[in-house]
């Protein structure tokens, strides 16, 4: 369902800042039909970024009016909540809340780099942008604190949770470009075999031994700064 900001609190769960894309209690797919203060939230004035960055933004972000918007970006993320109605579907065990979110993003990035690979920069930059600005006035940073306290920050800090999902993104993009389109194909089937909850050594073997390197190397290397 598209929504306009008025039609947002008449449809989207409870709570749900405006363009957040979220299913409701009824498996009802939300998203946002506009630019909206929540996406814009996320870009500094252009004139603050390094010329080459900034430069990238404009040719990937500016909207035929000549704004600055990343609902390109944004408007891609249905895709990435597809991916969350397809494992849930097939069954798939995603042993932590940070892989839950890893997979959609790396099923959407797989997607766009396979077939529609002119989206790749609106794809790519906004998560650059984000992690860039660093981890000032977040409160959480580390993939326990996403684990433990994932409803608080989805619920009540909505910019917390933007930057985790935008470092995930830049991760499945790093993931793909390490081993292309065979690592979400392997990363289902390890997923779908193992039906038990993994301590993290397990974890990390599971996805080193059966998947790809790359992918282990999104818990080993996470940093949250």
């Known amino acids: 369902m598209i929504l306009a900001p008025g039609d947002w609190g008449n449809y989207a769960a409870k709570g749900a800042v405006y363009g957040m894309p979220h299913?409701?209690?009824?498996?009802?797919?939300?998203?946002?039909?506009?630019?909206?203060?929540?996406?814009?939230?996320?870009?500094?004035?252009?004139?603050?970024?390094?010329?080459?960055?900034?430069?990238q933004l404009i040719k990937a972000y500016?909207?035929?009016?000549?704004?600055?918007?990343?609902?390109?970006?944004?408007?891609?993320?249905?895709?990435?909540?597809?991916?969350?109605?397809?494992h849930n579907q097939a069954g798939l065990t995603m042993?932590?809340?940070?892989?839950?979110?890893?997979?959609?993003?790396?099923?959407?990035?797989?997607?766009?780099?396979?077939?529609?690979?002119?989206l790749l920069p609106a794809l790519t930059l906004f998560p650059?942008?984000?992690?860039?600005?660093?981890?000032?006035g977040f409160t959480f940073t580390t993939l326990t604190d996403f684990e433990d306290k994932y409803d608080d920050i989805a619920r009540q800090n909505p910019r917390n949770y933007g930057w985790y999902q935008c470092k995930l993104h830049a991760a499945a993009a790093d993931v793909y470009n390490a081993g292309g389109s065979d690592v979400i194909?392997?990363?289902?089937?390890?997923?779908?075999?193992?039906?038990?909850?993994?301590?993290?050594?397990?974890?990390?073997?599971?996805f080193t031994e059966d998947v790809h390197q790359s992918v282990a190397d999104v818990q080993l290397k996470w940093n949250g700064k």
């Open 128 to 136: 650059q942008l984000v992690i860039s600005q660093g981890t000032q």
């Open 23 to 55: 299913y409701t209690t009824n498996q009802t797919l939300i998203v946002a039909s506009e630019d909206n203060p929540f996406w814009k939230s996320f870009t500094p004035p252009i004139d603050k970024l390094p010329p080459a960055l900034a430069a």
């Open 95 to 118: 042993q932590r809340r940070w892989m839950g979110e890893f997979f959609a993003n790396l099923m959407l990035h797989t997607y766009i780099a396979e077939q529609e690979p002119e």
């Open 62 to 86: 500016t909207d035929k009016s000549g704004n600055l918007s990343m609902q390109p970006f944004f408007d891609l993320l249905a895709i990435h909540e597809l991916a969350h109605a397809y």
């Open 185 to 206: 194909k392997k990363l289902w089937v390890a997923l779908k075999k193992d039906k038990t909850k993994l301590n993290d050594a397990d974890l990390i073997a599971l």
